[in-house]
């Protein structure tokens, strides 16, 4: 099943208003552990407005880290606050938050009307007032040309798709997304995107994880990297690229005559190192990697060499990690 969301309509009832000038979602000192295990170890974080990536690789502490947020486990120390309020005293704030988690049974006898327009009932609106929201969530993401079908035949992109209309039903400022793009194909994954943007650009705080750098770079530019259940860092990914300079980052070019590329190239400030690792491409070390990027067009024009691909193999989440593990990752 989807999250349980009578809670949510039962906490509309009670007197509460979101605290003003503090952020959405705040962790102060959280840690959670099961036995030995610490899976958050003393995380402290405020976010507010926009798009947010979660990045991490699997066992990083991303689930963990929604899961406290949401209310499912309880922190075994420190605090939590949602728009200001210890959601574990007062549940009411959970009222303004969707969320998409990562694994979930759906009912798939159900059309995807009717199953958003459920949940859409348990907010406490009315028959016709959820047939409204329900009709405007599934247009939001594009379904609303199949949403008389049945869930039991959509794709798994369409699927994540009815997921996120499920989170959205309630109006929120608070959407969390747990691995959305996870399994879907090119063309799902491009129109999910979409809607993240979308959601960030009409000023509600979204939180996106993901274990894929680039995907989470096609959304937004604020990235929080989980590492062993700890903040390794958390800023502009621009911001976080730079502190990666001090290491020597490579940029890869296919070409039909690597070495005499290289000759053009061997003099440039920026390179700390040229090898060979094929007959048809030429392996650049560099510690300016933005640098380097501006200027080889010209250096490769001139040279009068074709390079037919440019790739950086070491541009991924797992590379950044040991770098900034220093090989620990």
Known sequence: MMPDMTQHGKAETQQWQPVENTPVVMFDRVSKTYGRINALSGVSIGLSGGVTGILGMNGAGKSTFFKLMMGKI????????LFGTDPWKNPAPYSRVGFVPEHEKMYDWMTALDFITTFARLHGMTRDEASIEATRVLKFVSLDEVMHKRIGQFSKGMRQRVKIAHALVNDPELIVLDEPLQGCDPLARTTIMNVIKELGAMGRTVLVSSHILHEIERITEQIVILHRGRVLALGNSHAIREMLDQHPHKILLDCNQPRELAKAIVDMDEVTGLSFSNPAALLIE????????????????DSGQIVTGIDNPDDDLQSILMYLTGGSA
Request: proline content about 8%.
């Open 286 to 301: 560099t510690r300016h990697l933005g640098e380097m990027h501006k200027k080889l067009p010209k250096v490769i024009v």
């Open 74 to 81: 309880k922190p075994s120390s420190g605090a939590i606050r």
